[in-house]
């Protein structure tokens, strides 16, 4: 069992608890031990694109140094590596570290940290460069292997008609990605190796909406029915996601999509680690669909797929 | 220091390099529900007309998603030239969202990161 640092992140402790719940036991049956940092904090979400907004750096930059601790206090050895779910999360650490290649912003932030200490505490020592931020789907492809998935799987997805969609925040900008920016092929790979019959989705490196659906739910709602419209003609039965905010615009803003077209038909969208843990025959308390936390529902389809 | 002098230092982007070819508004995917397109910001922004950039609605409608940038043949960062504007107005004036506006019901149902994200680009 190889341990790696995890960093959760607040989606994935709440509205999408079934992607972390599947994913860390996902994780182990492929033999990574996701031990959880002890102290962290929110990643910043969607870092600032500005040059000189070094205090919204900040907060991605704790957790690069809480990792950075869980070396110095013997929780993991020499491992610079942190994973996470959340796409937004990955974004936004891996963004930071890109931010501090500039020298004099990385001083900048550690004599800030530095001052920081006599007034209220905080970190014990500044940040040294190095962690690595890491997308559960990397480690998927570049650690585990897709033979090493497939030959885990108990109970193949034959039959499944699955779509997958991306987003934007793992894929862009390009020095961030995960894979091409444009033509990814990770979680078709991952749904091959789950023996699942992947759809071809065109919109599937298309924006959700993203955090629009706090005060713009209308822009929400046409985008929702674009992305979810051609993989359902495609012959698509479930959408799979990675992304905590993707899934809430495809899932939960099906009703305000089909208010503007009432031709959307419902279509259930899931985590490609709830698939990995049904395939992978795990226990139903690891594939998070009965935590009620799907707008729609995935259980009729995968009981009429003999998977429930 | 003057606007577009402001918006290439907060961007760090080189706004004058852009030819025009149009490709970042056809892969807008939140086009439709802009006043101006993204290559009239970036035109605007290169003959130093940023007030009426300001007047418009276009840099609070991109949603940040980058595929402007991916497809740029000049490879420029449009993402962050639309960040550079969001900053000004908000350094400049009030917050673009009411947060006490959010229906309790929202609130409820909606992911924490959708509520700090949009908090981090339309508020000061």
């Known amino acids: 069992m190889v341990k790696i640092p995890y960093y959760p992140g607040c989606a994935v402790q709440?509205?999408?608890?079934?992607?972390?719940?599947?994913?860390?036991?996902?994780?182990?049956?492929?033999?990574?031990?996701?031990?959880?940092?002890?102290?962290?904090?929110?990643?910043?979400?969607?870092?600032?694109?500005?040059?000189?907004?070094?205090?919204?750096?900040?907060?991605?930059?704790?957790?690069?140094?809480?990792?950075?601790?869980?070396n110095e206090n013997g929780i993991v050895q020499n491992e610079n590596r942190v994973i996470t779910f959340c796409s937004?999360?990955?974004?936004t650490l891996k963004e930071a570290n890109l931010f501090l290649k500039d020298a004099e912003k990385m001083e900048k932030i550690n004599t800030f940290l530095e001052r920081e200490k006599e007034f209220v505490g905080g970190v014990k020592e500044g940040y040294k460069g190095g962690v690595e931020a890491l997308d559960f789907l990397e480690v998927l492809r570049d650690i585990v292997?897709?033979?090493?998935?497939?030959?885990?799987?108990?109970?193949?997805?034959?039959?499944?008609?699955?779509?997958?969609?991306?987003g934007c925040l793992v894929l862009r900008p390009r020095e961030i990605g995960i894979d091409d920016p444009e033509n990814p092929t990770i979680l078709e790979d991952i749904l091959e190796a789950l023996g699942a019959e992947v759809i071809d989705n065109p919109n599937r490196t298309q924006c959700c909406g993203s955090y629009h659906t706090v005060d713009r739910k209308d822009i929400v709602a046409k985008l929702t029915y674009d992305n979810?419209?051609?993989?359902?003609?495609?012959?698509?039965?479930?959408?799979?996601?990675c992304c905590p905010l993707c899934t809430f615009n495809?899932?939960?803003?099906?009703?305000?999509?089909?208010?503007?077209?009432?031709?959307?038909?419902?279509?259930?969208?899931?985590?490609?680690?709830?698939l990995m843990a049904i395939a992978f025959g795990l226990d139903k308390q690891f594939w998070g669909v009965d935590l009620g936390l799907h707008y729609v529902d995935p259980k009729p389809l995968l009981k009429a797929k003999n998977l429930y | 220091m003057d606007l577009v002098e402001k918006v290439k230092s907060i961007s760090g982007e080189d706004v004058l390099s852009c030819y025009q070819c149009g490709l970042c508004s056809g892969s807008c995917p939140v086009r439709f529900a802009m006043d101006l397109s993204p290559?009239?910001?970036?035109?605007?922004?290169?003959?130093?007309?940023?007030?009426?950039?300001?007047?418009?609605?276009?840099?609070?409608?991109?949603?940040?998603?980058?595929?402007?940038h991916a497809r740029c043949p000049r490879e420029i960062n449009i993402t962050r030239i639309m960040e550079a504007l969001r900053q000004i107005r908000l350094r400049r004036d009030q917050d673009k969202i009411s947060v006490n506006k959010i229906p309790k019901e929202e609130l409820k149902i909606l992911p924490p990161i959708a509520l700090v994200s949009n908090f981090r680009k339309t508020t000061a």
């Open chain 1, 250 to 274: 495809l899932d939960h803003r099906q009703k305000e999509a089909r208010k503007l077209r009432r031709d959307l038909q419902e279509i259930p969208v899931m985590y490609y680690t709830q």
């Open chain 1, 88 to 91: 937004m999360c990955y974004h």
């Open chain 2, 39 to 68: 290559t009239q910001v970036i035109r605007l922004v290169q003959v130093g007309n940023i007030e009426k950039i300001l007047e418009s609605n276009t840099f609070w409608i991109c949603s940040t998603c980058f595929a402007c």
């Open chain 1, 14 to 70: 709440t509205t999408a608890r079934n992607y972390s719940i599947s994913g860390i036991a996902v994780a182990k049956k492929l033999g990574i031990e996701l031990v959880e940092l002890p102290k962290w904090n929110c990643c910043g979400v969607f870092p600032s694109l500005a040059t000189d907004d070094l205090m919204r750096h900040l907060a991605p930059i704790r957790n690069l140094i809480h990792v950075q601790e869980m």
């Open chain 1, 228 to 241: 979810l419209v051609y993989p359902i003609r495609n012959g698509a039965e479930v959408i799979v996601t």
């Open chain 1, 145 to 166: 292997g897709y033979d090493r998935i497939t030959k885990e799987v108990k109970k193949p997805l034959k039959g499944l008609k699955v779509a997958p969609y991306y």
